[in-house]
């Protein structure tokens, strides 16, 4: 229909139509109310993953911020956990009555057990239980999969199901930004906390308390970012992610409570290197306006255009080193060695990915997922992307030979055919290959390179 033709035209990456009306993604600047809703200091606070960075940081911050008295750790390993008995010491030293348990909070039994236990009643819950998997869609697998959902959304439809009854003044879900914008690598983590989200608003619509809110990163290294390394906070930073302090993220907290919405996003964005970069996601665009970001730099072919052919080769070299040492977090690509594979550069599949990505942007070309397996060094792929930026030859043979430069760049066992093919049979290689058919050229190399 109309609309539907319209929204496509638009060329956004995201877009719903609902009754004839197109709606596109985009953050705005919540406005929080003049007062939040109250913590009820008469009741027990059950914070999930109460004794992580995350839950233990929320837990002093309604003690002495909001006045809560009865707490409620829950956790996997309750006081095995490590730092637990000192955070235990520490918040009772502060006048809460204090209750530390182990739950496997994606047990629907186990999890009732322990708000029953509560005493006094439950009047509020933070759900900041979750773990991570990190890996690519195609490498996900069902148990890897239910991993990451059982802690995070299992244990939030549980949640949900056994305090509807309970008249809850406050019911917080700990999100991702990942549902949000979308993370690298993080297919099942984004999607389990996309659940979070449609949880809460589904909550708000039946008139329960509820507020999701999608967190950017803390700084405090928790169990879940502990493990990023240089390359993974290179990443972030490039996505103009800025770490949350600590008062920082629970001031936060308490505004997205005074928003009054389902949903919100409670990150530390670096606007301005947005407003200098030459490229924003459209999630962003009433946040930094398109006529804000700078001019989009030349592409790859476009350089390569006022270069002479005999530049053309060092200049995608130059350029690819310069991808692979972004990517990899280096200043520059002068001490990337070309010659090196991919896997000896620490490359896996998440920053192979996003090589390509970048590589795919900057030369205006598909390219494939599997780019630094089927061209493993940054030498190969110069060559190979020379190939596909060559302007078209009028000679009939070159598409067939650019076949084969291609095979030659991609695999070395193929390039010791084609030298022996040269060496033994002379005759075949004077031949008039350009009548023969791409399958009669590859079985000839392979006939005569055995």
């Known amino acids: 229909d109309r ?79 490590a730092g637990a008995e000192a955070l235990a010491d520490e918040l009772s030293d502060l006048g809460a009555a204090l209750t530390i348990a182990a739950c496997d909070v994606s047990d629907r039994a186990a999890l009732a057990a322990a708000l029953d236990a509560c005493d006094p ?13 990190d890996g690519l869609v195609g490498a996900l697998t069902a148990e890897r999969l239910d991993r990451v959902w059982a802690g995070k959304a ?33 297919a099942s983590y984004a999607a389990a906390n996309a659940c979070l989200d449609a949880l809460a608003a ?67 964005f670096d606007l301005l290197a947005m407003r200098g970069a030459s490229h924003v996601a459209t999630v962003f665009r009433r946040l930094v306006p398109a006529s804000t970001t700078a001019a989009r730099p030349r592409g790859l072919a476009q350089r390569l255009a006022a270069l002479p052919a005999a530049d053309r080769l060092a200049a995608i070299r130059d350029a690819v080193h310069d991808h692979v040492a972004a990517v990899l977090g280096h ?41 630094i397996y089927d061209y493993p060094t940054p030498a190969a792929l110069a060559r190979y992307l020379d190939l596909q930026l060559r302007p ?24 010791a055919r084609l030298r022996a093919l040269v060496a033994s049979a002379p005759r075949a290689a004077e031949a008039d290959l350009t009548a023969k058919s791409d399958d009669e050229l590859f079985e000839l190399v392979n006939h005569l390179g055995k």
């Open 3 to 81: 609309a539907g033709a319209q929204a496509f035209a638009l060329g956004e990456p995201q877009i719903a139509v609902r009754a004839g009306a197109i709606h596109v993604a985009r953050l705005v600047r919540a406005r929080p109310l003049a007062t939040a809703p109250a913590w009820d200091p008469a009741r027990t606070v059950v914070i999930t993953g109460g004794t992580g960075t995350l839950g233990a940081l929320v837990a002093r911050h309604l003690i002495t911020a909001h006045g809560v008295r009865h707490l409620c750790l829950l956790g996997r390993h309750g006081r095995a956990s």
């Open 121 to 133: 009643p439950v009047g509020g819950i933070v759900h900041a239980a979750g773990v991570t998997d």
């Open 154 to 186: 299992a244990a939030a439809v549980h949640l949900d199901a056994l305090t509807r009854e309970r008249q809850l003044s406050a019911f917080v879900m700990f999100s991702s930004a990942a549902a949000t914008l979308g993370s690298p690598g993080q």
């Open 202 to 268: 589904r909550r708000r619509a039946a008139g329960l308390a509820a507020t999701s809110i999608a967190w950017g990163l803390w700084q405090p290294a928790s169990a879940i970012t502990r493990k990023l390394d240089r390359v993974d906070h290179a990443r972030i930073a490039r996505a103009h992610v800025l770490p949350l302090a600590p008062a920082h993220g629970l001031a936060l907290l308490d505004a997205a409570l005074a928003t009054d919405r389902a949903q919100v996003v409670a990150a530390r």
């Open 331 to 371: 200043a520059s690509g002068a001490a990337i060695d070309g010659e090196r594979t991919f896997k000896e550069l620490a490359f896996d599949s998440l920053t192979g990915v996003e090589l390509r990505n970048r590589l795919a942007a900057d030369a205006g070309l598909r390219l494939p997922a599997t780019l």
């Open 392 to 415: 078209p030859e009028a000679d009939p043979g070159a598409a067939l030979l650019a076949q084969i430069e291609q095979a030659l760049a991609r695999d070395a066992a193929f390039a």
